[in-house]
Each structure stands twice: as C-alpha cells, then as structure tokens.
C-alpha cells in the first residue's frame, strides 16, 4: 500500500520559515514527478513546485519562486519543501503529491496524495 505522509506544517509568523516533509512509502518515486500543492480557505487547489525525476528538473508557482525550494532524496524516498519569507497568502493546507510522468505541474497527472499538512502564517 503506498502512502505519503506530510509533517513540518505549523504556525510560523510573517517572514519566518519552515519545511515541509513527504515520507512516501509501499513503493519508490525515484522515475516520476513528485510536488507540492496547497488550498488555502475558500480556495483551490493550487499548485506551489514539483521535482521532476529527470536531471533534477524542478518547477515553482510564480507566487513562490525564489521563496520555496523544492528537494528530494530519492535514496530516502523523501520530498521537501523549504519555504523561507513566509506571508500570511502562504497559509494553506499543503498537500505532497507523487506519480506524475510528465513535470508535474497539474494536479490531474499525479496518482498519489498525501493527507495534508496545515501552514498558518501570522502577521
């Protein structure tokens, strides 16, 4: 059974940092996309960067490039996300995501979901 288990959510203040991490077990994603996506209240699903198997590809949402990076240790079948200058737009539950063939960017292309992790940012 695969699983993908999310921690490192909590409640940062505005300009703090935190990093996330996605533990995936029950099988490997070192051939396939894996990322982040994140849904605040009242909001959709909107996709934050993805980490694509091929030459270390990755790929971040405009309204977090240079702020977040995203990493994996395929030997540890584990994804991060660093996410330094936080803002209270950033609050959100974050949610890892693993299985895409192509880059990732689009929620449709992964087939496993972890359960979320919630990220709250005070002014």
């Known amino acids: 059974q695969v699983q993908l288990v999310e921690s490192g959510g909590g409640l940062v203040q505005t300009g703090g940092s935190l990093r996330l991490s996605c533990a995936a077990s029950?099988?490997?994603?070192?051939?396939?996309?894996m990322g982040w996506f994140r849904q605040g209240v009242g909001k959709e699903y909107e996709f934050v960067a993805t980490?694509?198997?091929?030459?270390?590809?990755?790929a971040y949402a405009d309204s977090v490039k240079g702020r977040f990076t995203i990493s994996r240790d395929d030997a540890k079948n584990t994804l991060y996300l660093q996410m330094n200058e936080l803002n209270t737009e950033d609050t959100a539950v974050y949610y890892c995501?693993?299985?895409?063939?192509?880059?990732?960017?689009?929620?449709?292309?992964?087939?496993?979901w972890g359960q979320g992790t919630q990220v709250t940012v005070s002014s």
């Open positions: 980490s694509h198997w091929s030459g270390g590809t990755t």
């Open positions: 029950g099988r490997t994603f070192k051939n396939s996309a």
């Open positions: 995501a693993a299985g895409a063939s192509g880059i990732g960017t689009w929620a449709t292309e992964y087939g496993f």
